[in-house]
């Protein structure tokens, strides 16, 4: 899940296997969400969106599941590769702008 | 390429000498916007513009100053850095606010004030 510590929270996962990286959000009023990958020296970039009158929504090897009972969104990684390893943010809308997390670390060992 | 540049990618700098980091996008982006990036603290808006000569305050504005005068350029002016703006420093853009869009961000300034 998120967290505003100062280290983030890590997924290690075997490669192969799936990942799922969970995110909490504060605004029940959010109709958009957007999760990204920053991976080492880039910029954030974006992998999926889901509005908030869907509850899944899926591309390729990825798959957003909103729940808005519990204002939770995560993010599910199929068959999970080395090239997936980075930091992934969700992010929700707020007033026009987006609100982002402060990120988890999924890291993927052989 | 569709793209949003910003330069420098590094840039050291000393207190108080007023520094300029560039953004631009090809996208015809109406929207535009700057985030800094620190340990522990995600991602937190500095300043955002809906269009040309539009531009708001976002969460951390104090020390920084923008302009929008054409549609594709977005500098970020920082008149007199601190040690407290070291962060790395991301312009992203967006076709028309949040709405429907995500945003493209650029690949990052990396500030160092001393």
């Known amino acids: 899940g998120e967290s505003v510590g100062l280290h983030l929270p890590t997924l290690s996962v075997q490669e192969g296997d799936n990942s799922i990286i969970n995110c909490a959000y504060s605004?029940?009023?959010?109709?958009?969400f957007i999760w990204y990958k920053q991976e080492s020296g880039k910029g954030p970039q974006f992998i999926i969106d889901i509005r908030s009158n869907m509850d899944k929504r899926q591309g390729q090897r990825v798959t957003v599941l909103l729940n808005k009972t519990v204002k939770h969104l995560s993010l599910q990684i199929a068959a999970t590769q080395p090239g997936d390893s980075a930091v992934y943010f969700c992010?929700?809308?707020?007033?026009?702008?987006?609100?982002f997390g402060t990120g988890t670390r999924l890291q993927v060992f052989p | 390429e569709a793209q949003v540049t910003q330069n420098p990618r590094y840039l050291i700098t000393v207190t108080g000498k007023k520094l300029t980091v560039t953004c631009s996008q090809n996208m015809n982006h109406e929207y535009m916007s700057w985030y800094r990036q620190d340990p522990g603290l995600g991602l937190r808006q500095i300043y955002y513009s809906m269009n040309v000569e539009v531009t708001d305050k976002g969460d951390v504005p104090e020390g920084y100053k923008v302009s929008r005068k054409e549609k594709r350029n977005f500098p970020l002016i920082l008149e007199s850095p601190s040690p407290n703006q070291t962060s790395l420093y991301f312009c992203?853009?967006?076709?028309?606010?949040?709405?429907?869009?995500?945003?493209?961000f650029g690949s990052g300034t990396r500030l160092t004030v001393v």
């Open positions: 605004n029940s009023a959010s109709d958009y």
């Open positions: 992203a853009s967006s076709l028309s606010g949040v709405g429907s869009y995500g945003y493209t």
């Open positions: 992010a929700e809308n707020k007033a026009d702008k987006l609100i």
